[in-house]
């Protein structure tokens, strides 16, 4: 079965500081997403990266940087010089690739919501 | 890039009514959608798969019967909670794939309806 853990419910740092989100995802299969998502208080999901299973390069994008380890199982996210704007529930997530018999199911973490205090 | 819009964005409504959400594509067709919920502070749960023209899928623990899924076309999808109660309320997210091809890309989600039942 899917699951996405993230054990840090809640993080606070103060602003300028790096912050590294952890995300532990178990499935059984071979090739799968990985996702990350920010939701800011108005609700609405943003789309941070994807990730395809066989894709091990960590990526960068500005003060976002992601580190993907299949041997853990683990797709962490940093911040790099946090901003209060950063401030949101950032969710980690999985998916299957799909096939012709199956949906693109995303499985989501639980959250972990970040507060970048000014 | 594709967009996903919901209405209506917010409903507060009294509890033994119906409630209608509208999923919209904006610029692809969606022959898949997705609605998840989400109560406060915690995560995104699917909770069915709606396919164009045929029968939605429902998770476990939903009941079919309370949250009607219709997807006539594919452009919209509409989730219905039918006699809603208190423990109704929540915030309802909706998705879609592009065109249901394997290995596609990421699902697109829509701004959220937030349903509070008095």
């Known amino acids: 079965a899917q699951k996405v853990t993230q054990a840090q419910t809640e993080i606070s740092v103060v602003e300028k500081e790096d912050v590294t989100l952890d995300c532990v995802y178990e499935t059984r299969d071979t090739t799968y997403y990985l996702f990350w998502y920010k939701q800011p208080p108005s609700g609405e999901l943003v789309f941070l990266i994807r990730r395809n299973s066989f894709d091990e390069q960590n990526e960068i994008s500005g003060r976002y940087s992601w580190n993907f380890q299949k041997s853990t199982s683990s797709f962490n996210f940093t911040i790099t010089a946090s901003q209060v704007v950063d401030s949101a529930v950032y969710f980690c997530a999985l998916s299957e690739v799909p096939t012709m018999n199956r949906d693109d199911k995303i499985i989501f973490g639980k959250g972990t919501r970040l507060h970048i205090l000014p | 890039g594709a967009v996903v819009s919901q209405h209506p964005s917010r409903v507060i409504c009294k509890s033994g009514t119906s409630v209608k959400i509208e999923c919209r594509s904006l610029?692809?067709?969606?022959?898949?959608m997705f609605w998840y919920r989400q109560f406060p502070k915690q995560s995104l749960m699917l909770m069915a798969t709606s396919n164009e023209g045929s029968k939605a899928t429902y998770e476990q623990g939903v009941e079919k019967d309370k949250f009607l899924i219709n997807h006539a076309s594919l452009t919209l999808s509409t989730l219905t909670v039918t006699s809603a109660h208190p423990e109704d309320s929540s915030f309802y997210i909706c998705?879609?794939?592009?065109?249901?091809?394997?290995?596609?890309?990421?699902?697109?989600f829509g701004p959220g309806t937030r349903l509070t039942v008095l």
């Open positions: 610029d692809f067709q969606a022959t898949t």
């Open positions: 998705s879609t794939l592009y065109d249901a091809r394997p290995y596609t890309d990421t699902q697109y």
